[in-house]
């Protein structure tokens, strides 16, 4: 029987990553009664279209990123359009996920409208603000102001504990991420075949480095002759210029603009090595037992390291690179009955589900 009452939770995002990972939130929170709000504050915007598309959604609210692109400009402009769209509306609960600038901004405007705060992704931490920047203060500033955690993992719930959460506020859930990936495989046909290797980088904290992994993209290439590479280049034009000035030409290296979210997931079902500074990656990876190279120093996803299905090696040592990426193509085939360390792909059903039950419990006045 549908739930008689209608709550009303407005969903912030601004990226793609948001996006994809709230997606299937969204889809199940509907199918439950709820009147959700989705408003997108434009920090991304054409990938931020394909998604949307990808995933059957049409956004309710489209705000303007405001034009400057310092990050404390960023975030102010936010907190003044977000919150201009919250105050008036009386939502039972503000929804935001991870760590962008606009999940920040997301949450103060709710928190100023003395809305309850709902963090999907709640409790992933590096452990140092630098890296990654700003994401670690973002994420860490939207803990102490949310009502509701959900924490992909049992590391995540510990970070949180260790912060002061209450445990009566988080739940264990997975990642909405593996979710996507479960959702794009039964809708879309993503035959598996051998593909080339996957690279990508675009972390700020990279760009001085990002020469050094395109030279170890060319050492692996000497490697391995019968192998071939993807580099998914950003859409910055800056970095495109310089991968292209380090890759192009290459009869093994194919360099491709930026692309959406399911090409990147047939790319990366199909690779046997991804190569990567991306967050999203090291969680969808493994769906696929595709074994990651981390291009960072410290990642706040270390389940995967610890599986043995990753390797932590930085950005600035070829030597590091090469070397992590030759001992995972060589030991791939002992990941093929590895589960996702991040989830089993029901997350946004246990978070739907909780969060109806808390909704019902006045989460308003919690």
Not at 37 to 43: A, L, M, N, P
Not at 100 to 107: E, R, V, W
């Amino acid at each position: 029987m549908l739930e008689m009452t209608t709550y009303k939770i407005a969903f912030v995002t601004g990226t793609r990553p948001e996006i994809i990972k709230l997606a299937p939130v969204f889809h199940a929170l509907t199918e439950r009664n709820i009147d959700v709000t989705w408003c997108h504050s434009g920090q991304h915007d054409t990938l931020a279209e394909q998604a949307f598309r990808e995933f059957n959604i049409s956004p309710d609210v489209e705000l303007t990123r405001p034009l400057d692109q310092s990050v404390s400009s960023l975030t102010g402009g936010l907190i003044q359009s977000l919150g201009e769209f919250i105050v008036p509306n009386r939502y039972d609960a503000v929804c935001v996920q991870g760590d962008t600038s606009t999940a920040l901004a997301g949450a103060l405007a709710g928190f100023y409208a003395r809305t309850p705060v709902v963090h999907v992704e709640a409790g992933l931490r590096s452990g140092d603000f630098d890296q990654p920047f700003p994401e670690e203060s973002n994420r860490r500033l939207i803990s102490h102001i949310a009502t509701r955690h959900y924490a992909p993992t049992e590391r995540a719930v510990t970070a949180l504990r260790r912060e002061g959460i209450p445990l009566a506020m988080i739940l264990m859930t997975g990642n909405p991420g593996v979710d996507a990936q479960h959702y794009l495989r039964k809708n879309f046909d993503q035959t598996r075949s051998d593909g080339p290797v996957l690279v990508t980088a675009h972390r700020r904290e990279n760009w001085i480095h990002l020469g050094t992994i395109c030279k170890a993209v060319l050492r692996l290439v000497i490697d391995h002759p019968s192998l071939s590479f993807i580099f998914a280049m950003h859409a910055n034009p800056k970095l495109k210029t310089i991968v292209m000035s380090h890759l192009s030409d290459h009869p093994q290296i194919e360099l491709l603009a930026p692309i959406d979210y399911f090409e990147l997931q047939t790319l990366l079902s199909n690779a046997p090595l991804v190569l990567t500074d991306s967050g999203g990656i090291q969680e969808e990876a493994p769906t696929y037992h595709v074994p990651v190279v981390v291009l960072r120093e410290k990642t706040e996803r270390p389940e995967l390291i610890e599986s043995g299905m990753a390797r932590l090696v930085g950005s600035n040592n070829v030597d590091n690179i090469v070397n992590a990426a030759n001992e995972l193509l060589a030991a791939k085939a002992g990941f093929q009955d590895m589960p996702n360390p991040f989830g089993d792909g029901k997350a946004a059903q246990y978070i739907a589900d909780d969060l109806l039950e808390q909704l019902k419990s006045s989460l308003r006045g919690a």
